[in-house]
């Protein structure tokens, strides 16, 4: 089961959640959730935002580069923060430790692109609006004052990442001045992935499709699956999904068979 420390961390990003939501944006406790690949951290927040009822939006800052650096800039990341139309929004900045690039072959380009990401971010942080890449080229105007910023990643898989050691990565003082929380989720353990599998609304949909299906039988296999293989699981939640995938388009089987060829109905067969 998910250890005291891992209910304690959830526990309160769930609060902060929960405050920015019902002060309709105007708290907002933007942090940094740190931890080893295969903890779950986006899995966790699409979870809590789910349940708190908020919306979600997930850009990937090891994308981002410097803006007037030929690739997707800030301005083109944040363009789906204007459909929230004014309701508070939860922006997940996935990979943020991507953006502090070590042995890079070109440490000068590397360090002015990942200060001017910074940069921008903290004009984002400090702002009421922000200007995303629109049609045509030009620029439109959305607003951010209602944006909760949570800024993810592994940092090397160290644990108990602090400010100081955030800093040490090269996250900037002002940032952190921003960005002042911090929250670790340790790796998943397999109670953890069996209790996703039993709650998924994937797989309660692959049910509702394929009648025939023995829930059971087919919990079952895939949780012996997981335990099976979990020492080199490093897809962390994500191996349920597709796991589930597989299980279902294989015809109840996993492993590395062809696909077998199904006609799609309303209502399906599992068929072997």
Request: aromatic share 8%; proline share 2%.
């Amino acid at each position: 089961m998910e250890s005291k420390n891992q209910i304690k961390t959830i526990s309160s990003i769930k609060k902060i959640m929960e405050i920015f939501k019902n002060s309709q944006g105007e708290i907002r406790p933007h942090f940094f959730l740190t931890g080893s690949s295969g903890s779950g951290k986006s899995f966790t927040i699409q979870s809590l935002c789910d349940e708190v009822e908020i919306d979600y939006v997930e850009i990937n800052a090891a994308q981002l580069t410097k803006e007037g650096i030929s690739g997707n800039s800030l301005s083109k990341a944040l363009v789906p923060l204007g459909q929230a139309q004014g309701k508070p929004v939860i922006c997940f900045v996935d990979e943020m430790d991507k953006l502090f690039i070590s042995g890079n072959s070109n440490k000068s380009l590397a360090h002015e692109s990942t200060n001017g990401v910074q940069n921008e971010f903290l004009k984002v942080l400090e702002s009421d609006e922000a200007s995303v890449f629109g049609q045509y080229g030009h620029f439109d105007t959305i607003t951010v004052k209602n944006v909760l910023f949570l800024f993810a990643g592994a940092f090397n898989n160290e644990p108990d990442i602090t400010l100081d050691k955030l800093r040490e990565f090269g996250v900037k003082t002002e940032f952190l001045g921003r960005v002042g929380l911090t929250y670790s989720l340790k790796k998943l353990s397999v109670e953890d992935l069996i209790e996703i599998l039993k709650n998924s609304p994937l797989l309660k949909k692959y049910l509702e499709l394929f009648e025939d299906v023995d829930e059971k039988k087919c919990v079952s296999e895939i949780t012996n699956y997981v335990k099976e293989n979990y020492e080199n699981n490093s897809l962390g939640a994500r191996m349920i999904m597709t796991l589930i995938h597989q299980w279902f388009i294989n015809g109840g089987e996993l492993g590395s068979k062809e696909v077998e060829s199904i006609t799609f109905q309303n209502k399906l067969k599992l068929g072997k």
